[in-house]
DNA sequence: GTGAATGCAAAACCTTTGCAACTGG
DNA sequence: CCAGTTGCAAAGGTTTTGCATTCAC
C-alpha cells in the first residue's frame, strides 16, 4: 500500500495551500481509496488502513477522509442516509447504486453533460457542485 | 389543514393498491407536505403536524413518510448525510441544496433530460431512478 | 517549541424498533 | 374481530466531539 508519487504530490499541494499538514494517515487514507476504486465506507476504509498501520483509529479516518474531500481530492457519495462511500476519480463522473448489493459504481459522462446540465438553473442559483446518482439493478448476467 | 379531494383519492388508491390502510395521521402528513412545499425534514413536519393533529408521534411521521415514499407519492432528498428532506412533487426535477441556508429547492428539468442522461449507462445497469442535485449558493439579492 | 492532528471513548444525531394499546375495514 | 397502525421509549447505525498525547513544521 504505497501512495503514488504523483498523487502524494497532488495531496502535498492540496494540504499546503488548505494551510494544513501533512500526515501518515492522510497519506495513508488516500492510498487506500486509490488502491481498490471500489467506493469503501469509512469504516471498510478503516479496515483496509490497518492492515498496514496497525494504530490508525476510526476518527482518524473519518478525519483525513473529511480532510480529502474539503481539499476536493476525494468526494463523498451517499444513498438513502447509509454510510458515506468514498470515492478519488476526480473526473466528472455520475454513480449508480446497486439496490441489490448496495454497491457504487462509477459512470463516465459525455463530455460537457453537466455543463449543459447546469444551464437548467433558473438565474439566481449559483451551483458549485451537480451530483447525478442512479439507482437500480445491475443485470443478473453481469453480476460477479 | 385540509388534503384536498384530489390529493385524498390519489393517497387512498396507493394505499389500497399496496394493501395499506388509511388513517388519520397518513392523510394529515400529506396534507403537511402539500400545504407548504418547502422540503421540511421528518423533525419539521412532525412539528407541524402537531400543530393540528397534537397527539400524533415523532415516530409515527417516520412511519407515515416512509410509506408515502413507498408508496410512490413523495420522493425524500437527502444532502452530506443530514436530516432527509421530503418532497411531493411528482413531476420530474433536480433539487438545488443552498449551503447557506440548507435549504432544498425544486429545479424543473426539460422534457425529456432525464430520459437521455439515462442513456449514458451502460450495458448491465438498469436505472430505476436517477437523481440530480445541485448543491451552491442563492444569489444574495434573491435571498428571501 | 507550538499549534495541529491523532487516538480513544463518550456523546450526538437521525432513524428504526419492540411492544402494548388502539383502530380501520 | 384482528391484522395493521399508532405512540412511547429505548436501541441502533453513523459520525462527531472533548481532551490528553503525539507529531509536523
Do not use: W
Not at 66 to 90: I, K
Not at 91 to 102: L, M, P, Q, S, V
Amino acid at each position: 500500500m504505497e501512495l503514488p508519487e504523483k498523487a502524494k504530490q497532488r495531496l502535498h499541494k492540496a494540504l499546503e495551500v488548505n494551510g494544513l499538514r501533512s500526515t501518515r494517515q492522510r497519506e495513508h487514507v488516500l492510498a487506500v481509496l486509490l488502491a481498490q476504486r471500489d467506493h469503501p465506507t469509512a469504516e471498510e476504509v478503516y479496515e483496509r488502513a490497518k492492515s498496514s498501520m496497525a494504530s490508525i483509529s476510526l476518527a482518524t479516518v473519518y478525519n483525513c477522509l473529511e480532510t480529502l474531500v474539503g481539499c476536493g481530492l476525494v468526494r463523498a457519495v451517499n444513498f438513502e442516509r447509509g454510510s458515506n462511500h468514498y470515492c478519488p476519480n476526480l473526473a466528472e463522473h455520475a454513480h449508480f447504486h446497486c439496490k441489490d448489493t448496495g454497491r457504487v459504481y462509477d459512470i463516465d459522462l459525455p463530455e460537457g453533460l453537466l455543463d449543459s446540465v447546469k444551464k437548467v438553473l433558473p438565474e439566481g442559483f449559483q451551483a458549485e457542485g451537480v451530483e447525478v446518482a442512479f439507482q437500480g439493478h445491475r443485470a443478473k448476467e453481469i453480476l460477479s
